[in-house]
C-alpha cells in the first residue's frame, strides 16, 4: 500500500454567514486530545478514600438457574470492602431504557455469557478484579439459543413482528418479466470505543448521588440510577464533560455500570468507581444488530424494479434494549436511494442468549441500505447490465417519490446531482472500461468498482426524543457560559454549537465558554444520537441567545434613545445606532439596569409525525445524501483484499465547520468499512463471545485506509428545511458510503463468471470472499 494518500477537502465557506459559522475551526479539545491531557473519567481526581469495582460472572454457562452462589471467599479476599448481589438493590433491578428486562445484577437466572451476577467493591481496582474470580457460582445450565436461525426455528421475539406494506407487492412480483430471490447475513459490530464504559459515583448529603458517567444520554442515566436507589431524579446528578468515543455503545449502555458505581457508593458512603476491563467490555456490552435478509424483487429487463419482498430478521440478545427503533430504521432504510413501487418490508426481532444488541453509529440504517444494494447488484449481474446504470433507473425522481412507508422525497434532485458529479470527477466509465481490461488478462487478482449513494432519514423516529434544552449566561465582560443536553465525544458537537453562539453574539469564539453535561443545568435531555446532536442542541442555544439578545436590543433602545431595528450585533460589536458599544460594556450596564443576563432555550424538531401503530406520517425532517465510489484488489487464491482507491462527494448542507465535517465522513467511512470488511462477531454454539479482544477482533488501522482517499463537501444551497444555518447532519450518514466497498469485492468475484451472483455475506473477510469465490467459479450461469 502506498504512503500517499490524496485528500480533497472543500473548505470554501460564505462570509454572508459571519466569521464563525461556515469555518473550519478546530476541535475545542483537539490541542488536549494530542496532549494528553483532556480529562475523560478514569482522569479526574479521586476523592480520598475512592472504592474500585469488578463485575463477577459465571465463565461456564450462557444461561440456566442459578442454583447455588458462594462469595465466601470473595468477601475474604484482600482489599475487599463488599460484595454485591440483587438482593442489594434498593429499589428496581433493572436497566432497561425501553420495557425492562435487563437486570442490574443478574437475579435466579443468568441469559448471556457474561452476564453480571455480583460486583466486588474493593480498595483497588487489581484487589476486585482478584477477588471477582473467587466466586463459586452452580448453574443449571439450558441449551442456548445463539443464531437468528435457531431463534426462528424456536419462534422466539423481544418484541411483535411489523411490517411495511406499499401497493400491491405480491402482484407486482408474479407479473414483472424478471424475478430473483435470494438471502444474505449481515454481521454485526463491537464499537470498540477508545474510553470503554465507566462511571464514577459520589454520594452526597440527603442520599443525593453525583455521577461522572461516559454516557451518550446522561438523562436516562439519572433516570436509572434514581430508580435503582429508590430516590427522585432530582436527587441524582449526571455530568458529562467528554467521551473518548461511544457510537451509540453508551447510548443505553452506560446505565447499568453507573447503577453499579452508585449502588456500591450508597452502600458503602464512600465514592465509588467502576471501569470495565477490555474484555469485559466485549463481552458484556451489545453490538450492532446482525441480521438475516430474505428477499424477492420483481423487475424489468432494463432493470427497473416493479416490486420488492424484504423479510429482515435481527438477532436482538436477550432483550429488547433499543432494539424497536435499530430495526424500524432498518425498515426505514430497505429501499437506500431507491423507488419501490410495491413493496413489502417485514421485520423480526428475534430473541437469543447473547448480549442486547444496541444502538450503533447509523442505527440499523446501515443494514437496510446494504440489503437494497444487493437488490441493485443482483439485477445488474443477472441482466449483464453496469451496476451504477442499473442504479440511477432506480433513483426518486419527481413521478417516483414516495417511500415504502409513505414519506415523500422532495430533494432527490440533489441525490441525481451528487452521483453525476462524482461519475464525473471519479472517471468512473473510464475506469470502468479499465478494470474490464485488467480482469480480463489477470487470472489471478481481479479489481472491482462499484459507486453507491446515501440517502439518509435524520431525526429521531421516537417524536418524542426530537427535543433539546440550552442554558446561557452573560456576564459582564462579554463571555458567555454555554450549556445544552447534547454530549461530547469527539464528533465537535461542542465546537459546533459554539461557533453558532459566538456568531450570534458576535464575539470571538474564546469568549464562549464551553461546559460540561449537566442533568442540574439542562434537565431532561434526550441521547446525542440520530445525528441530530447539533440540530437540536444549537438551535436550542440559539434560542437562548436570541432572547438575551432581545434583552439587550430592548434595554439600549430605552437607554440610548435608538430604535430596535437601528441595533445590531455584528463585527465583534454592538452597534446602537451609528456607535459601537462592545457587548460587556452594554452587559454590565444591563446588570446595573437589573436586566437579567441568562437564558434558557428549547427546540421542538417541527413536522415529525410518525404514528408507529398506523405506520403512517413523517419520521424524518430531512434526508442527509452523499455518493461513494470504491475500488478494491482482490487476490482469488486467497481472498485478501484492499482498498485502492476511494471517491466521495457528501452532503451536509451548508456546513457550520467543513474540518470537522470532513473528519467525520473520513471516520465514518472507515468504520462502516471495517463492519464489512473485517470486523467479524463470532459467537460458539455454547453461546461464548469468541470474539472479545483486539488479538480476535480486528477493526480497521492506519494501513487499511485506502491508498487514495478523496473526500470532497457537495456545495450545497443549503438545507431547504429549518435546520440551524441551513446546515445538514453529518455524523451516521457517512457510515454507509461503505457500502461501495462491498458492492465492489462482489463486482470483481461477479466478473470470474458474468451472469453469477455471488453469494457473498457482510463483513466480507478474506474466508468469505474466498467461500464466494469458489462458489462462483464452481455455478453455472442462469
Same mark, same amino acid.
Given at each position: 500500500m502506498s504512503d500517499e494518500s490524496t485528500i480533497s477537502v472543500a473548505r470554501k465557506t460564505d462570509d454572508s454567514r459571519g466569521v464563525h459559522v461556515g469555518r473550519p475551526e478546530k476541535h475545542d479539545s483537539a490541542a488536549k486530545h494530542v496532549s494528553g491531557t483532556a480529562l475523560y473519567v478514569d482522569d479526574l481526581p479521586e476523592p480520598e478514600g475512592t472504592l474500585h469495582l469488578a463485575p463477577g460472572w459465571s465463565r461456564d454457562a450462557a444461561c440456566g438457574r442459578i442454583i447455588s452462589l458462594d462469595l465466601d471467599a470473595v468477601k475474604a479476599a484482600p482489599g475487599v470492602v463488599a460484595v454485591l448481589t440483587a438482593h442489594d438493590v434498593p429499589g428496581e433491578n433493572d436497566c432497561s431504557p425501553s420495557i425492562g428486562g435487563d437486570p442490574i445484577l443478574a437475579d435466579g437466572e443468568?441469559?448471556?455469557?457474561?452476564?453480571v451476577i455480583f460486583v466486588v467493591v474493593a480498595h483497588t481496582r487489581a484487589q476486585a478484579r482478584k477477588a471477582a474470580q473467587l466466586a463459586k457460582i452452580e448453574v443449571e445450565a439450558t441449551s442456548p439459543v445463539v443464531s437468528v436461525d435457531? /431463534? !426462528?426455528?424456536?419462534?422466539?421475539?423481544? =418484541?411483535?413482528?411489523?411490517?411495511?406494506?406499499? +401497493? #400491491?407487492?405480491?402482484? /407486482? !412480483?408474479?407479473?414483472?418479466?424478471?424475478? =430473483?430471490?435470494?438471502?444474505?447475513?449481515?454481521? +454485526? #459490530?463491537?464499537?470498540?470505543? !477508545?474510553?470503554?464504559?465507566?462511571?464514577?459515583?459520589?454520594p452526597g448529603e440527603d442520599g443525593d448521588m453525583f455521577l461522572h458517567c461516559s454516557t451518550q444520554h446522561p438523562s436516562e442515566v439519572q433516570h436509572i440510577v434514581a430508580k435503582a436507589l429508590g430516590v427522585i431524579d432530582a436527587g441524582v446528578t449526571v455530568e458529562v464533560r467528554r467521551m473518548g468515543g461511544a457510537f451509540g455503545g453508551k447510548e443505553s449502555q452506560a446505565n447499568q455500570w453507573a447503577a453499579l458505581a452508585a449502588l456500591a457508593a450508597r452502600h458503602t458512603g464512600k465514592p465509588c468507581k467502576m471501569r470495565l476491563d477490555r474484555d469485559d467490555d466485549m463481552t458484556m456490552t451489545g453490538k450492532r444488530h446482525d441480521f438475516r435478509v430474505d428477499y424477492t424483487v420483481g423487475f424489468e429487463n432494463d432493470g427497473a424494479i416493479h416490486g420488492v419482498d424484504m423479510a429482515f430478521a435481527a438477532r436482538c440478545g436477550y432483550s429488547a434494549d433499543l432494539s424497536l427503533g435499530v430495526v424500524d430504521r432498518t425498515m426505514f432504510h430497505a429501499d437506500s436511494s431507491y423507488f419501490y413501487p410495491d413493496a413489502l418490508i417485514t421485520s423480526r426481532r428475534m430473541r437469543t442468549n447473547t448480549c442486547s444488541a444496541t444502538a450503533f453509529r447509523g442505527f440499523g440504517g446501515p443494514q437496510g441500505m446494504l440489503a437494497a444494494e444487493r437488490l441493485i447488484d443482483s439485477i445488474a449481474i443477472?441482466?449483464?447490465?453496469?451496476?451504477?446504470?442499473?442504479?440511477?433507473?432506480?433513483?426518486?425522481?419527481?413521478?417516483?417519490?414516495?417511500?415504502?412507508y409513505g414519506m415523500r422525497v422532495e430533494e432527490f434532485s440533489t441525490q441525481h446531482t451528487i452521483v453525476t458529479a462524482l461519475e464525473e470527477t471519479c472517471e468512473y466509465r473510464a475506469r470502468r472500461d479499465a478494470i474490464k481490461a485488467f480482469n480480463a488478462n489477470s487470472h489471478i487478482l481481479k479489481k472491482g468498482l462499484a459507486l453507491t449513494p446515501v440517502k439518509f432519514g435524520i431525526a429521531f423516529t421516537l417524536p418524542q426524543l426530537n427535543q433539546a434544552g440550552a442554558l446561557v449566561h452573560l456576564y459582564q465582560d462579554g463571555s458567555v457560559h454555554l450549556n445544552h443536553g447534547g454530549t461530547e465525544m469527539g464528533q465537535g458537537l461542542y465546537?459546533?454549537?459554539?461557533?453558532?453562539?459566538?456568531?450570534?453574539?458576535?464575539?470571538?469564539?474564546?469568549?464562549?465558554?464551553?461546559?460540561?453535561?449537566?442533568?442540574?443545568?439542562?434537565?431532561?435531555?434526550?441521547?446525542?444520537?440520530?445525528?441530530?446532536?447539533?440540530?437540536?442542541?444549537?438551535?436550542?442555544?440559539?434560542?437562548?441567545?436570541?432572547?438575551?439578545?432581545?434583552?439587550?436590543?430592548?434595554?439600549?433602545?430605552?437607554?440610548?434613545?435608538?430604535?430596535?431595528?437601528?441595533?445590531?450585533f455584528r463585527d465583534g460589536k454592538v452597534m446602537i445606532g451609528t456607535e459601537p458599544v462592545l457587548l460587556g460594556q452594554l452587559a454590565k450596564a444591563a446588570i446595573m439596569a437589573r436586566v437579567q443576563l441568562s437564558a434558557t432555550g428549547y427546540y421542538a424538531t417541527p413536522k415529525i409525525t410518525w404514528n408507529r401503530q398506523t405506520s403512517t406520517g413523517r419520521p424524518f425532517l430531512y434526508f442527509a445524501f452523499g455518493a461513494a465510489c470504491s475500488e478494491v484488489l482482490v487476490d482469488t487464491m486467497t481472498g485478501e483484499m484492499r482498498v485502492t482507491r476511494v471517491d466521495i462527494l457528501h452532503d451536509v448542507g451548508r456546513s457550520l465547520n467543513p474540518a470537522i465535517d470532513i473528519g467525520q465522513i473520513e471516520g465514518g467511512f472507515v468504520q462502516g468499512m471495517g463492519w464489512l470488511t473485517t470486523e467479524e462477531l463470532v459467537w460458539d454454539d455454547q453461546g461464548r463471545l469468541r470474539t472479545h479482544a483486539p488479538s480476535t477482533y480486528k477493526i480497521p488501522t492506519a494501513s487499511d485506509v485506502p491508498e487514495e482517499f478523496n473526500v470532497s463537501l457537495y456545495e450545497s444551497i443549503g438545507n431547504p428545511e429549518a435546520t440551524v444555518h441551513r446546515s445538514k447532519a453529518v455524523g451516521e450518514?457517512?457510515?454507509?458510503?461503505?457500502?461501495?466497498?462491498?458492492?465492489?469485492?462482489?463486482?470483481?468475484?461477479?466478473?470470474?463468471?458474468?451472469?453469477?451472483?455471488?453469494?457473498?455475506?457482510?463483513?466480507?473477510?478474506?474466508?468469505?470472499?474466498?467461500a464466494a469465490v469458489d462458489a462462483v467459479k464452481s455455478a453455472r450461469p442462469t
Open positions: 443468568i441469559l448471556f455469557w457474561g452476564q435457531c /431463534a !426462528l426455528v424456536n419462534d422466539t421475539t423481544v =418484541l411483535p413482528d411489523y411490517q411495511f406494506r406499499k +401497493g #400491491q407487492p405480491e402482484t /407486482a !412480483l408474479d407479473t414483472s418479466n424478471q424475478r =430473483l430471490s435470494g438471502a444474505m447475513r449481515i454481521g +454485526g #459490530q463491537e464499537h470498540f470505543y !477508545l474510553e470503554g464504559q465507566i462511571s464514577m459515583a459520589v443477472t441482466l449483464g447490465l453496469d451496476p451504477l446504470d442499473v442504479r440511477k433507473r432506480n433513483f426518486y425522481d419527481r413521478d417516483r417519490d414516495i417511500t415504502p465546537t459546533k454549537v459554539a461557533q453558532v453562539v459566538a456568531q450570534a453574539f458576535s464575539v470571538p469564539l474564546s469568549k464562549v465558554k464551553i461546559t460540561a453535561t449537566h442533568t442540574g443545568k439542562v434537565p431532561n435531555t434526550g441521547p446525542t444520537a440520530a445525528s441530530s446532536g447539533t440540530d437540536l442542541n444549537a438551535m436550542a442555544a440559539l434560542e437562548a441567545v436570541e432572547k438575551l439578545k432581545k434583552r439587550l436590543t430592548d434595554f439600549a433602545s430605552d437607554k440610548y434613545g435608538v430604535p430596535v431595528d437601528k441595533i445590531e450518514p457517512p457510515v454507509m458510503l461503505a457500502n461501495s466497498v462491498f458492492s465492489a469485492i462482489v463486482d470483481a468475484v461477479a466478473s470470474l463468471k458474468p451472469g453469477v451472483i455471488p453469494p457473498l455475506d457482510a463483513p466480507a473477510t478474506p474466508e468469505a470472499i474466498l
